[in-house]
């Protein structure tokens, strides 16, 4: 009975984040479409707590839904011509109904093979999984969160090349311009708000990373709330959301990647292997990188939130097309009664 | 039912009342017509659901950590959708004044 | 094999092969990057519905850290898209 229950919880949530996905893609304000992916991502970390992954739960929500969403709506801010929906539509380079039938069959029938292949993978008997070895090798690893483990001791090294990834990407971003256009200052409730959730945010991304060790957190999901703090100190009208300019920017971003590998390098340059922790220090090693990574991985999501250098003053061009909200806002502010 | 007690009974009552104020609101965000009485709906699921949601949840649990959790919880969504539910107010007003005129 | 891995293993492929049929509409490249998150959220489910071993049992942790690790890679190339798009004009349809 109590089965049956879960089976039929399991199969809401996947009707709802079916739903929910199809409304975010086929609704034709795009507006609603990005408020609808943020509520699938909040769905999807339900559906991780099902099956039992809070580590991706957290990250979801955190990263998924909340930063993503940030980033999405801030582009529709800027691009007023993506909300709606008539240049697309009126396009002559709308794809003509064989095409569209095509790709719809194409994808069908990838989800057929695909869903096979699942099925079969699912039925055999000797899954090739690497859990045990895992679990054994866990108490030598420094942590007891195994998530963790895995993240930054048995798979160290891609850890380390997708925080280069992300660096990468945000390097890309630095490079092609200015930041988007500021928004004003606050009036009293949003700084309000920001006075009070910064410092809470503060502590508890300090309490996710220290306690990532032996539960679900880690420095992923501490470094994921703190980019959160710097967008509400962006949207209360900080000018570069908490970061700061220039060198100690670039400095901030790549500390991650940096500590990263030069305890990699020290480990080499002692005798062991590139990222071979020695037992004892295992822990507290982890809890270095993890530390820097936090710091790291914050920087580098409030930079792609600003989308663009903080610090470079924008183009004549840019504030031309990007200008306008501020203005707006000028206007209601300069009318107000006072 | 036998093997559950009084606690259980009480928690199980909270949560599917607190369920019952998410429903409500969730209708109202569905079927009102205005955008301030939509925020007023929500409202409801935020403060009366999730208190009494996170009041049967601490029922159930024992560690006196996880109940600090969980009022922490209940405090920060009641103040961040506070703050939210103003704004989009404000600008909801803004919008269909024009310029805000006293 | 296990009736969550099931339901939520099916629903990953859903959600990936319909991110991907959209991904590929000629409209505005928000649609777009937003079809590719579905996309990939749908891949996600997948992993983790491999690495799902029931109640008793702790579920697998490597793919747990892959998913992590996509899910950050996800985002960051979703912020180059746009930053990329907004450089070259993201309004107009570039095909």
């Known amino acids: 009975m109590e089965t049956l229950a879960w089976i039929l919880l399991d199969t809401m949530l996947v009707t709802a984040l079916l739903a929910l996905g199809w409304g975010s893609l086929a609704s034709k304000d795009l507006r609603r479409g990005v408020v609808l992916f943020i509520g699938f991502g909040l769905l999807l970390a339900l559906v991780w707590v099902r099956l039992r992954a809070p580590d991706i739960a957290l990250a979801e929500a955190a990263i998924g839904a909340g930063l993503t969403g940030a980033l999405m709506l801030s582009a529709l801010r800027d691009e007023p011509g993506t909300s709606s929906e008539a240049a697309g539509d009126a396009s002559v380079r709308s794809t003509p109904v064989s095409a569209s039938l095509l790709l719809t069959l194409l994808s069908a029938g990838l989800a057929i093979v695909l869903g096979a292949a699942f099925i079969c993978a699912l039925d055999r008997t000797d899954p090739a999984s690497l859990a045990e070895e895992v679990f054994a090798n866990l108490g030598v690893s420094g942590v007891s969160n195994p998530v963790t483990g895995v993240l930054l001791n048995f798979r160290a090294y891609d850890t380390l090349l997708e925080l280069a990834v992300l660096t990468a990407a945000v390097l890309g971003i630095l490079s092609l311009g200015p930041a988007r256009s500021g928004y004003q200052a606050s009036g009293p409730m949003l700084s309000g708000l920001t006075g009070w959730l910064v410092p809470v945010i503060l502590v508890v991304s300090g309490y996710l990373l220290w306690v990532g060790a032996k539960a679900p957190g880690g420095a992923f999901q501490a470094g994921a709330l703190l980019a959160a703090a710097g967008v509400l100190l962006r949207l209360a009208g900080h000018p570069s959301g908490g970061l700061p300019r220039e060198l100690a920017l670039r400095g901030l971003m790549v500390v991650g990647v940096a500590v990263f590998l030069i305890i990699g390098l020290t480990l080499m340059l002692v005798g062991r292997g590139f990222l071979d922790y020695p037992v004892a220090w295992a822990g507290s090693l982890i809890l270095a990188i993890e530390s820097a990574a936090t710091l790291g991985i914050a920087a580098t999501l409030i930079v792609a939130f600003l989308c663009g250098d903080p610090g470079q003053r924008p183009e004549n061009h840019e504030t031309a097309d990007s200008g306008v909200p501020l203005a707006k806002c000028e206007n209601n502010r300069r009318n107000t009664p006072r | ?102 | 094999m296990i009736t969550q891995q099931l339901i939520f293993g099916l629903a990953g492929v859903a959600l990936f092969s319909l991110g991907l049929r959209m991904a590929f509409s000629p409209r505005a490249l928000l649609r777009r990057i937003l079809a590719i998150n579905i996309a990939g959220a749908g891949l996600f489910l997948l992993l983790v519905s491999v690495a799902y071993r029931g109640r008793e049992m702790a579920p697998d942790p490597v793919p747990h850290a892959l998913v992590l690790t996509g899910i950050v890679v996800a985002f960051s190339a979703t912020s180059l898209a746009l930053a990329l798009g907004r450089r070259l004009g993201g309004h107009r349809e570039d095909d």
């Open chain 2, 1 to 102: 039912m036998p093997g559950k007690t009084m606690n259980e009974f009480l928690s199980a009552a909270l949560i599917v009342s607190g369920l019952a104020f998410f429903i409500a609101g969730g209708v109202g965000l569905l079927r009102l017509p205005d955008v301030y009485s939509r925020l007023h709906a929500l409202t409801k699921a935020d403060n009366l659901g999730l208190g009494l949601l996170v009041f049967g949840l601490l029922l159930s649990t024992d560690d006196a950590f996880v109940a600090v959790k969980l009022v922490l919880i209940w405090v920060l969504v009641l103040a961040s959708s506070a703050a939210s539910t103003y704004l989009i107010a404000q600008r909801a007003r803004r919008r269909e004044r024009g310029v805000w005129k006293p």
